[in-house]
């Protein structure tokens, strides 16, 4: 049974970092793709990353470009997103989620192409 556990939200002020666990079960990362996506009060879900299960290729939204980076523990059984530099607009509901595949393209890298959700981990910026 493929389940996704996002971990290591809370609260942090402008200008901090923390980082983002996503536990996989059931599948480790290489048949499946892993994407974080991020949801704010009021607005619609929204693409963070993507990496591709095979080869570890990222693709990073605009939005955090720069700020952000994803990786895959050697095990293969995590993704992890680090985010630095935050500001009170990255403040959401962050979601990972698992696509059956080796790769998961940029074109695709949307929250409609996944095929499984993690229940997500709330981050709030603020001082």
């Known amino acids: 049974q493929v389940q996704l556990v996002e971990s290591g939200g809370g609260l942090v002020q402008p200008g901090g970092s923390l980082k983002l666990f996503c536990t996989t079960f059931g599948f480790t990362v290489g048949d499946y793709s892993i994407g974080w996506f991020r949801q704010a009060p009021g607005k619609e879900r929204e693409t963070v990353s993507c990496?591709?299960?095979?080869?570890?290729?990222?693709y990073i939204a605009d939005s955090v470009k720069g700020r952000a980076s994803v990786a895959t523990t050697s095990a293969g059984t995590a993704v992890v997103l680090e985010l630095s530099n935050l500001e009170p607009e990255d403040t959401a509901v962050y979601y990972c989620a698992a696509r059956y595949g080796w790769t998961w393209k940029r074109e695709l890298c949307l929250p409609k192409e996944a095929d499984y959700w993690g229940q997500g981990t709330q981050v709030t910026v603020s001082s």
């Open positions: 990496i591709n299960g095979n080869d570890g290729i990222t």
